[in-house]
Each structure stands twice: as structure tokens, then as C-alpha cells.
């Protein structure tokens, strides 16, 4: 009979596993999916960057892409 008693526990520790299995695996794709529009926006900002380090420096590219280029104007 001990032998059932193990194979019991065994189990309940193999459902809390696999419980715990799948809410690490939702929390890892509800995290994947907030973190989308951050990925857009980093595409957009490498493209703007690539158009606009063409006609100037590297860091003017980079501020005009993030709207701060007026801030930054040297006079």
C-alpha cells in the first residue's frame, strides 16, 4: 500500500509542475505581446535613423527621429 501512497504524491507534484509550467509560459507571452508596440517603434526609429544619417550626423539623425530636434538647434 506505500506504494500507491508515492505514486499519489508523485502526481499532485507533477500537476502543481505542469500548473506552474503554464502560468510561466502565459506570463512569458502576455509579456511578449506588451512588448510589441516597443518593437514597432524601434523598427521605425532604425529606418528614420538609416533616412536621416544619410544628410547628417549620426546624433542630429537620432534627435530629429525622436522630435527633439528643435530643443538641440545651435545657434
Not at 509560459?25 to 526609429?45: D, E, N, T
Not at 549620426?58 to 527633439?68: E, F, H, S
Request: charged fraction near 20%.
Amino acid at each position: 500500500m506505500p506504494e500507491a501512497k508515492d505514486k499519489s504524491n508523485f502526481d499532485l507534484a507533477s500537476i502543481f509542475s505542469g500548473l506552474a509550467l503554464l502560468l510561466c509560459a502565459l506570463s512569458l507571452s502576455l509579456i511578449a505581446l506588451s512588448l510589441r508596440p516597443v518593437a514597432k517603434w524601434a523598427g521605425y526609429q532604425s529606418f528614420c535613423i538609416e533616412q536621416e544619417s544619410v544628410k547628417a550626423p549620426i546624433n542630429w539623425a537620432v534627435r530629429k527621429c525622436n522630435g527633439r530636434s528643435k530643443v538641440y538647434q545651435v545657434k
